[in-house]
């Protein structure tokens, strides 16, 4: 099976979560050995988890259904109710998982704005509260590497090191939302395990550019993961015969990686169209993994009309706010597609 759509489908720019599974995966999660993994007996789960840790070079690793999950249960883990989370202020944590961290750990938020959003320790450090009994104090630091709605920009691992360092200094735990960590550890040209030491925990997802149908893994200590396993629960992520899931992310997790870089060119070679067509910005440099993210204002439209007349055309995209669109570029995305997509806003926009 092609990993590409037939070529009258809508060409999928929305988002690296619309992949669907290859004929690998497929056969794999038909055949997969199953158990129950509340009961830690699900072999697949098991062996997914362990591959993860190795990987990662941590001790454990949980398999949970989505990356939110796994960002709000280690947010639940490392902090108290009362407690602020620093995070980049268009950090996922903060807004695309429903105030879980309110919800479930009690917590608020202190955003903060980042240029690129590359959180570095010089942004971090006037953040972080006092140690007075009537202000709510710090209690994690929320990274998040790629960042999405900074278009999908890398943050370099000297920043996240001397971000983790100086938090530990102050005894301050740091969380990585990494949900698309494979593509800056292909950007960076360095190993994850490598990129992400430091961390006090850290959240991948399968199922965006890896490719695999469901789920992500969380990875920290023996006894982080042990607690882990009980916070999935209370969510209602305790899954039974998951490993048709699991089997699909070995796939995902051993060859996904590989083939990263095919969407990172698809990518810059959008960027580079969209910046000749007359009235759209985007600054071509920024594009540095899967996502590129570019501004109408000049041509006159609100992005929102600009969205709905591409899909008339056949292309699928979203809008960020009245001004700017998001493109995603993935494995069904092909580059004969990515010249479509540009004919489309083309004829669109001008």
């Known amino acids: ?36 993994d509340v009961y830690g007996e699900d072999p697949t789960i098991n062996r997914l988890e362990r591959r993860a840790a190795e990987v990662f070079e941590r001790e454990s ?24 989370i620093l995070c980049e202020e268009r950090g996922h944590v903060y807004n695309y998982e429903m105030a879980m961290l309110a919800w479930f750990s009690g917590c ?23 140690q007075t009994y009537y202000i709510a104090q710090t209690g994690l630091i929320s990274m998040e590497n790629t960042h999405n709605m900074a278009g999908g920009t890398v943050t370099p691992v000297a920043v996240m090191e001397e971000v983790c360092d100086k938090a530990h200094e ?31 925990s850290i959240m991948f997802c399968l199922s965006k550019g890896l490719g695999a149908p469901v789920g992500s893994l969380l990875l920290g200590s023996r006894d982080f993961i042990a607690a882990a396993r009980a916070a999935r629960k209370a969510l209602g992520g305790g899954m039974r015969q998951a490993g048709v899931l699991a089997a699909a992310g070995l796939i995902a997790l051993e060859e996904g990686p590989k083939r990263l870089h095919e969407d990172h ?13 007359a009235g759209i910005e985007i600054d071509v440099s920024s594009v540095e993994t899967n996502i590129a993210i570019f501004d109408v204002t000049g041509t006159g439209k609100e992005a929102g009309a600009v969205v709905t007349a591409l ?16 493109f995603v ?22």
Do not use: Y
């Open 170 to 200: 102050r005894r301050l735990p740091v969380h990585l939302d990494g949900a698309r960590i494979f593509n800056a550890s292909v950007a960076l040209g360095r190993p994850v395990a490598e990129i992400t030491r430091n961390f006090d």
């Open 61 to 84: 690793a949980i398999f949970v259904p989505s990356g939110t999950m796994g960002n709000q249960i280690a947010i639940k883990l490392h902090t108290r109710p009362g407690q602020e």
């Open 265 to 277: 060119a698809n990518a810059k070679f959008l960027a580079e169209g969209l910046a000749r067509i």
């Open 1 to 36: 099976m092609s990993t590409h759509p037939e070529a009258d489908a809508p060409i999928d720019l929305r988002s690296d979560t619309v992949t669907l599974p290859t004929a690998a995966m497929r056969r794999a999660m038909a055949e997969a050995e199953l158990g129950d």
């Open 108 to 130: 608020v938020v202190r955003p903060i704005a980042a240029p690129r959003g590359v959180l570095t320790w010089a942004l971090v450090a006037p953040k972080i509260q006092p």
């Open 311 to 326: 899909k008339e055309r056949g292309v699928l995209c979203g809008a960020v706010n009245p001004q700017l669109i998001r």
């Open 329 to 350: 570029t993935h494995l069904n995305v092909s580059r004969a597609q990515c010249e479509g997509a540009l004919r489309a806003v083309l004829a669109v926009c001008v």
